[in-house]
């Protein structure tokens, strides 16, 4: 299954992102678009961003999509058809522009496409519940501002007893965002740090007494100066109040 903005957009996500020409602001929606059912069975899920702002999807569920176009993680989703993590799809698409398609621009012109081949019809809450708050350690955090030419990217692998997360230009929001898809749970951003910074975090996601690496709370604490704590605090979630299945076409 595919993971956003962290586990985000497969390709946006786990490689750094594609160098590309804007499109216009006024493009909202694709030229064209085909959307099939997927029933390979297949355990991998793939969205590639292509030259010629060309967008292929290979079977995702309408809550992968539905995620990547908002920018959200899965428990900040509510309501929706009893189909809507079960049935997959594969999707080729281009967009209006003859400039190719940014990680800047797939947002809106998903949610167009959601829009008028789903029929999905969504609102925002705001929810009050269990977060965990981010903040700076009373020693201050242990990175700067980043200095790198290298395009943006982040990248989050796992494997038994060590998980690590590399950011390159990233904001703090994202990685509120990252450490919050690890957690399962959502996490406010109150360091008050502004701009884009590098930074590398490593944890044992299976803490046991024989760990050699520190839990996640841990380290974020020692290598990046931050710390984690529990709290209540506002969620934002994105309600669905209509989907429909699109024509297969």
């Not at 292509?50 to 995702?60: M, T």
């Not at 509510?78 to 594969?90: F, I």
């Not at 925002?124 to 290298?150: I, M, R």
């Not at 930074?199 to 996601?205: A, G, I, R, T, V």
């Amino acid at each position: 299954m595919l993971s956003v903005f962290g586990k985000l957009f497969l390709l946006l996500v786990m490689t750094a992102p594609l160098v590309a020409t804007p499109l216009s602001q006024s493009t909202i929606s694709f030229e064209v678009a085909s959307i099939r059912q997927n029933r390979s069975g297949s355990a991998n899920s793939n969205i590639r961003l292509l030259d010629g702002g060309r967008f292929e999807v290979f079977n995702a569920t309408l809550k992968t999509l539905i995620r990547n176009a908002y920018d959200i993680l899965g428990f900040q989703l509510v309501g929706g058809p009893s189909w809507l993590d079960t049935e997959y799809y594969d999707i080729e698409a281009k967009t209006q522009a003859p400039g190719e398609l940014t990680k800047g621009n797939l947002p809106k012109l998903l949610q167009s496409l959601l829009a008028d081949r789903f029929r999905l019809n969504t609102h925002w809450e705001t929810k009050q519940g269990a977060v965990y708050s981010l903040t700076v350690d009373h020693n201050g955090p242990k990175f700067g501002p980043s200095t790198s030419a290298v395009e943006p990217g982040m990248n989050t692998s796992k494997r038994p007893g060590r998980a690590k997360m590399i950011g390159v230009r990233q904001p703090m929001s994202l990685l509120a965002s990252n450490l919050g898809n690890q957690l399962g749970r959502y996490v406010l951003d109150r360091t008050g740090l502004g701009g884009e910074y590098d930074f590398s975090l490593e944890w044992d996601p299976d803490q046991t007494a024989e760990s050699n690496l520190p839990s996640i709370f841990a380290a974020v604490q020692e290598s990046l100066g931050l710390k984690l704590e529990a709290t209540r605090g506002p969620m934002p979630v994105l309600v669905i109040d209509r989907a429909e299945k699109p024509s297969q076409n």
